[in-house]
């Protein structure tokens, strides 16, 4: 079974231009959550698709960051315009969707986001 | 202050036993994970623990959860070179209302093993 994929694995960009990062959660997995580590800090929650729908984006910086999960399956977070505090490395998870509390997410290995 | 406290660094000698600690908030949260960061990898998921269990052992892994004191701690026996990594303690306050199962994460230890 492959794991949660990410692209790309680095970017780099200038200030003001846009990225799109994309995150492959494990098949079947209807839970995608999207998270954020700036460089010295913890990791932080940014939000929560089930299936397509979003049911937790309070971790949501500003509005100048955008995620969707069209047809419930891969996902993209879009930074526009960039700035520089949006420097950082960006992880994705998947679980599955279930009843019970045991809801183990998975990461993928990340994507690392260079704003110059 | 923060959710999730860890200590930044951890330095011990192959063949010993490693502690790394963490402390905690929130007397809801559910489940508690330790994660592993290996250079230039991902988050891989250790072990967890349910909030009414004192201890969960997994061959070289033990976890103890002390709740009254909110602390968190996962021991690695017989410590490898290969168990060099970033460990991370990570807390989940269960549905929160609107389903979501967010993670909330500590700063990481890094564990460094000396030959």
């Known amino acids: 079974e492959a794991g949660v994929t990410q692209f790309p694995s680095h970017s780099v960009i200038e200030k003001g231009q846009t990225v799109t990062l994309r995150c492959d959660p494990i098949?079947?997995?209807?839970?995608l959550y999207w998270y954020r580590r700036v460089m010295g800090k913890e990791i932080k929650f940014l939000l929560h698709?089930?299936?397509?729908?979003?049911?937790?984006e309070s971790g949501m910086p500003n509005n100048r960051f955008l995620a969707e999960r069209t047809g419930g399956t891969y996902s993209t977070l879009k930074v526009q315009p960039a700035e520089l505090e949006d420097s950082g490395v960006y992880f994705c998870?998947?679980?599955?969707?279930?009843?019970?509390?045991?809801?183990?997410?998975?990461f993928g290995p990340g994507t690392r986001l260079t704003v110059l | 202050g923060e959710d999730v406290e860890q200590s930044l660094f951890l330095s011990v000698r192959e063949g010993d036993s490693s502690v790394i600690n963490c402390t905690y908030t929130?007397?809801?949260?559910?489940?508690l994970y330790w994660y592993k960061q290996e250079p230039g990898a991902g988050l891989q998921l250790l072990t967890y623990?349910?909030?009414?269990?004192d201890m969960k052992q997994d061959q070289r892994l033990t976890v103890l959860l002390n709740k009254k004191d909110k602390h968190l701690s996962l021991r690695i026996a017989d410590t490898q070179t290969g168990d060099s990594a970033i460990y991370f303690c990570?807390?989940?306050?269960?549905?929160?209302?609107?389903?979501?199962?967010?993670?909330?994460f500590g700063k990481g230890t890094k564990l460094s093993v000396i030959p």
């Open positions: 998870a998947s679980s599955h969707r279930t009843v019970r509390l045991t809801d183990t997410q998975y």
């Open positions: 990570a807390e989940r306050k269960g549905d929160s209302g609107a389903g979501s199962y967010q993670l909330t």
């Open positions: 698709f089930v299936k397509e729908s979003k049911q937790d």
């Open positions: 098949s079947g997995h209807d839970n």
């Open positions: 623990i349910f909030s009414n269990m």
């Open positions: 929130d007397s809801s949260s559910t489940y």
